[in-house]
Structures are given as C-alpha cells and as structure tokens.
C-alpha cells in the first residue's frame, strides 16, 4: 500500500487527452515538489516532469504537471500508442526523511 | 554522457548475501545524492535507500532497516548496496538513481531539487532455494 495514491489504471483513444491523479499529505505532497517517471514496458523509469510543472530536454510539451495542495496531476494530450507505459508520482517525505512513490497507473491507448 | 550503469544482480539462497554496484560517469559524483529503487516482478516502484553526496547520512525503507547498507566511493565514482539476511521478498530489479540534490533536510533540498535522474538500467535480484 503506496503512501502516494494513484489510480490504477487509465485509458484513452489515440489523439485525446488523459489526466493521472496523484494523492498525499501534508508532510510529503504538500510540502514538497512532485515529480513524475515514465516506465516504458522493460525498461528502467525515466524522468517525465520535474518541481511539478517543469519538463526536461527532450520531453514534448505534450506532458504537463500540476500540484493544489496535497495532491498532483500528470496531464498527457495527443494521445500516441508510444505513451502506453506506467506513469508514477514521485517526491520527498520532509517528516520521514524518504522517497515516495504513488503505486503506479498503467496507460492504455486504445 | 551522464550514466549509471547497474551490476552484482543474481540468484542467491535466503539468508545470504549479495553486493550490489552502481558505476557512474559523465558528472561529478561527489556533488550529488544517490538511492537505490527496486521494483518486484509485476509491481511498482518501492524506495530502498538514499546517502549523501559525501556518505555522511544514510536512509532506509522500513522494509531493508537493519539489512541492507548503502555505501559510495566518490574517488572511484561507484555506489553500492550491501544486501544481507536476503528473503524471497526482496526478489526484485533493482536500479540506482541520481538525486538532483546533494542532500534534504526537511523540506529543504540543497544543490537541487527531488527528482531522481537519471536511472541505471537495473539489475535483478532472485532469492531463492
């Protein structure tokens, strides 16, 4: 049972938008930037969004993040079968000094 | 280019003992944090450990407290986990990660933010009999 809680899976058409919800508290969400990983079946996670909202080189502007309060939001417009993968949310815990994660949601593009 | 490259995975009996490496170029070691993750077949992504830029402070999951022991050599540039007393449970991939951050104390960050980037390619963890 994930600290961070996200739903387990989500899915959509190729082309439309989809939005992952990502829930903590006030010693982790609350109080701390959120990131998010893209994992691509087999391979290692990779950086998606960073300090909420921000993108690193290489990732299309497609990919959007969001926080309010004690929760995150991972956008993905324009849907493509190459986003199917396992989205997770990510930050830091200020009061048990630890990484968490949310349990993973698994896109469907469909 | 920045790299992480993941090593010392196998299969090992329960109770045993295995050492795990994490070699790393293209940045200064030194500067920044490192963790490890692992991710059991078929499941998400679970914190193991996290040290320092410079070894000073160590981390644990709950779940490895008292077993496993995170390490680093910042003159070779390599981060390790020392895993002992292994279970069936801590069957797993396991990946090493950079810290954006040298360290955080409480909700601040130092030298960066939380993120983890990047990640190595993993390497597979089998307790069992």
């Known amino acids: 049972q994930s600290v961070l809680t996200q739903p387990p899976s989500v899915s959509a058409a190729p082309g439309q938008k989809v939005t992952i919800s990502c829930s903590g508290s006030s010693s982790n969400i609350g109080n701390n930037y959120v990131s998010w990983y893209q994992q691509l079946p087999g391979t290692a996670p990779k950086l998606l969004i960073y300090d909420n909202n921000k993108r690193p080189s290489g990732i299309p502007d497609r990919f959007s993040g969001s926080k309010s309060g004690t929760s995150a939001t991972l956008g993905i417009t324009g849907l493509q079968t190459g986003d199917e993968a396992d989205y997770y949310c990510g930050t830091w815990d200020s009061s048990l000094s630890t990484v968490l994660f949310g349990g993973g949601t698994k896109l469907t593009v469909v | 280019q920045v790299q992480l490259v993941d090593s010392g995975g196998g299969v090992v009996q329960p109770g045993r003992s295995l050492r795990l490496s994490c070699a790393a170029s293209?940045?200064?070691?030194?500067?920044?944090?490192m963790h490890w993750v692992r991710q059991a077949p078929g499941k998400g992504l679970e914190w193991v450990a996290l040290?320092?830029?410079?070894?000073?402070?160590?981390y644990y999951a709950d779940s490895v407290k008292g077993r496993f022991i995170i390490s680093r050599d910042n003159s070779k540039s390599t981060l390790y986990l020392q895993m002992n007393s292994l279970r069936a449970d801590d069957t797993a991939m396991y990946y090493c990660?950079?810290?954006?951050?040298?360290?955080?104390?409480?909700?601040?960050?130092?030298?960066?933010?939380?993120?983890?980037?990047?990640w190595g390619q993993g390497t597979l963890v089998t307790v069992s009999s």
């Open positions: 040290i320092w830029y410079d070894g000073s402070n160590e």
């Open positions: 990660a950079r810290w954006a951050a040298s360290y955080c104390s409480g909700a601040t960050c130092y030298g960066g933010g939380n993120w983890l980037d990047p």
């Open positions: 293209g940045f200064t070691f030194s500067n920044y944090g």
